[in-house]
């Protein structure tokens, strides 16, 4: 404690011992699983599959594994004549030829002809990893669903999910919704992937609810660069992304993205290969963007000065990140480490908070924004409004921040919340 009291984080030392609790009375619980729908899904996953199987088979004029590095590296760069994409270097491992998702996404861009044949790929590399990862997880004995929650598991204090001490379950933070990427590219093709959160169901006379943190980063990112004219538009509740979009005269996708990665210290090289555009139009991009928003760029400057003055980073709460190693090149991570800790100190103060005044409500889930569990149906006139207004959490800014959060119910299932 000593040392604690010497680096002044006693309160944040706390508050990760009372954080324990919480986790280990999610983990105790589980989550209820529907195994009709389960077998549903599986045999929804295992069509689909076999749907890609014989499209690639068709395409090609014979069966691929596309698990097998070998094959795809001769299908790819052997019988197509694709020029190499290697991997990227990592500590201890030199580079080599790839043909994982990103090198896969590559020779796309490079030849669209065979955009289609990688989609399918792609698709049905996702397919499998949902189907053995997901669908056919192994339940506890009693049917239901458990993870182990580990409240030291990251650097930027977002809780780390695996399989439970006994070998059932799963990373219960990465089951895919409607909204993430792999879903929506996938309903752009034309294709779909099932509702793998539909599985898990509330208790018999229990809600399942799901609480949600409205763009959370984004609001971080914002009150770290103090800019007055962002603040108003995320308190106005408007599309911030089609605002920023008449900034840089692009649509709003492209906005979007270059705009999150350009926060986070992407680069104008970085950011033209990540988009899809020339780095002289990244450039331009930028300029408009540091022009229009010169609080962004003060942020970044300020970051890098305190790397090179302590080589650490703090956020609103008073963690701390110390890097120990060379900064040469450690912006990006440290401005990324800024509002992914302080989301997770507030998504983690308003779990405890909830579980403090209303210790009924079951919390079963925590996926890094979002809360997830249940609570009695029949109490659903005063447990709702609790549950909002203990998700309030203010972050210390000199100007204050609550991000807004949204609370979806159903008595059906986690996937059905609305």
Known sequence: M???????LEDQAAFQMRLFWAALRAMQLGVRVDLERRAQITAELGLAIEGCDKFIADVLGHPLNVRSSPQMAGLFYGDLAQKPVMSRAKKGQPSH?????????VVAKREPLLRPLVDKILHRRSLSVLKTSFAEARLGEDGRMRCSL???????????????????????????????KASVKAERRGESIPNIKSMFVPDPGYTFFNL??????????????????????????ADIHAENAKVLGCDRELAKSFIH???????????????????????????????????IRRWHTEVERRLNATREVHNAFGYRRHYFGRIEGLLPEALAWIPQSTVACVINRVW?????????????????????????????FFHRPAIMANSLIPIPYPDPLIIPTSLKTSPVSWGSCA
């Not at 030829?97 to 996404?105: G, I, K, N, T, Y």
């Not at 971080?220 to 995320?234: I, M, P, Q, Y």
């Not at 033209?272 to 928003?293: E, L, N």
């Open 2 to 8: 000593s040392v604690l009291s010497s680096l002044g």
């Open 97 to 105: 030829v790839s043909c994982d998702d990103e090198a896969l996404q």
């Open 150 to 180: 580990n409240i030291c598991g990251t650097e930027t204090f977002r809780l780390s999910s695996s399989q439970d001490a006994f070998g059932s379950g799963l990373n219960l933070q990465t089951i895919p919704d409607e909204n993430t």
């Open 212 to 237: 949600d943190l409205d763009r959370a980063d984004l609001h971080v990112v914002v009150w770290e660069a103090d800019d007055s004219e962002l603040k108003a538009v995320l308190r106005e509740g």
């Open 261 to 295: 990665g350009t926060n986070y210290g992407g680069s104008s090289r970085t950011m033209a290969i990540v988009c899809g555009i020339s780095t002289h139009i990244a450039d331009a991009y930028q300029r408009r963007w540091f022009s229009a928003h010169p609080g």
């Open 352 to 380: 405890v908070s909830i579980l403090d005044a209303m210790p009924q409500i079951q919390i079963l889930l925590q996926v890094h924004d979002s809360l997830a569990g249940q609570y009695y149906t029949a109490h659903d």
